[in-house]
């Protein structure tokens, strides 16, 4: 089974214990709500939620919780548009947990970016279509 982004159902909201898990963002916190939704792949129990976008002059700028091998992971990442359907994905920042097994992390995330896309809400993807997702990492 492959990425794909979708609505997190109850039984997803109710799996996770959201009260506990880190909330990446500007000023980092533990606890966070449940997301709409989330790029997952089931078969391997990894997701990827956006918990925190910039405004104005830091639009490109996102903080993301990957969840892999059962441990949550914080993410800073930038995101450049070239083209009508062009994205570069740039990582800025990452967790210990995320460095520590690189090879194996980043191969998961760009899977993960290349379904999220430019935003990863499963009706905004759909609309847009496919696009020509990159790495600078």
Request: charged share 25%.
């Amino acid at each position: 089974m492959a990425f794909v982004n979708e609505l997190v159902s109850p039984e997803d909201k109710a799996k996770y214990d959201w009260a506990k898990m880190p909330k990446p963002g500007p000023v980092p916190e533990v606890g966070m709500s449940p997301p709409s939704f989330w790029t997952i792949d089931r078969e391997r129990n990894i997701f990827f939620i956006c918990t925190w976008h910039g405004r104005e002059e830091d639009s490109d700028q996102y903080r993301f919780l990957f969840w892999w091998n059962c441990t949550p992971m914080a993410l800073h990442m930038r995101q450049e548009i070239r083209k009508p359907k062009t994205i570069i994905w740039h990582l800025v920042g990452c967790s210990s947990e995320f460095k520590n097994g690189y090879a194996n992390t980043t191969a998961a995330l760009r899977e993960a970016l290349c379904v999220y896309g430019f935003s990863g809400a499963p009706d905004v993807e759909s609309l847009l279509g496919e696009s020509d997702v990159q790495f600078s990492f």
